[in-house]
């Protein structure tokens, strides 16, 4: 089983629709998580972090930790074409790049 | 553009080949990272530097060489690379290895086909 799982998509979705998109994990011990967006050509940049359980918003974004179920989601408000990217999430026991674990990443597509 | 800057943007090498693959940044960050980004698969991470020494090698094969001379610039010389190598490498920066919350500044990678 992998440590992160990330459905790869990939998600089309209508412009102002709201976009939720997920990961679970298996290792309880997760502490740190983030997302990251990727577009096209790009490499990753980092859009949101959370430590621990519970909820965080940023503007459009808002990023959500349930660790009973060991499961993140990230939301996007009024989506918007240039939302198109792909998303990864990422976490860690512990702070520290060798600990770092992605998911697989989620190709999201807003359709004008 | 990012500050993390990687050269060549594309890359085309025989399994004979030797070829280098450069990064450089100039956000003053401390850490520097290589990281594997294949179809379907999550990101790999290959090496990791603090200071310009290497704290981490994630059981690459020797085929892949890191060299870190400054806190600026990260190389990854390769040789006999197999087409199972083909990916985009990424190089990363960070203040230092452990700052999630200010994230890793990406580079936009180099595109390797191994032929």
């Known amino acids: 089983q992998k440590e992160v799982e990330q459905d790869p998509g990939p998600l089309s979705v209508p412009e102002g629709a709201i976009v939720s998109l997920n990961c679970t994990y298996s290792n309880s011990a997760f502490q740190y998580f983030m997302w990251y967006r990727q577009y096209s050509r790009k490499g990753p940049e980092l859009l949101m972090y959370t430590y621990s359980s519970g909820n965080k918003e940023d503007g459009r974004f808002t990023a959500q930790v349930d660790k009973s179920s060991k499961y993140i989601s990230l939301f996007i408000r009024d989506s918007q074409p240039s939302d198109s990217a792909t998303y990864l999430c990422a976490m860690s026991i512990i702070q520290g790049a060798q600990k770092l674990v992605f998911g697989q990443g989620t190709r999201l597509t807003i359709n004008p | 553009e990012t500050g993390v800057t990687q050269t060549p943007r594309h890359l085309v090498m025989g399994m004979t080949n030797k070829k280098s693959l450069k990064c450089e940044q100039h956000l003053g960050h401390n850490a520097m990272y290589w990281y594997k980004q294949s179809a379907k698969k999550p990101l790999e991470l290959m090496f990791v530097y603090n200071f310009k020494e290497q704290t981490e090698n994630n059981s690459v094969p020797s085929r892949f060489s890191p060299e870190c001379p400054n806190s600026s610039h990260l190389f990854l010389h390769l040789h006999t690379l197999q087409p199972e190598d083909s990916a985009l490498y990424l190089c990363?920066?960070?203040?230092?290895?452990?700052?999630?919350?200010?994230?890793?500044?990406f580079g936009s990678g180099t595109r390797l086909t191994v032929v």
């Open positions: 990363a920066s960070s203040q230092d290895i452990g700052a999630f919350n200010y994230g890793y500044t």
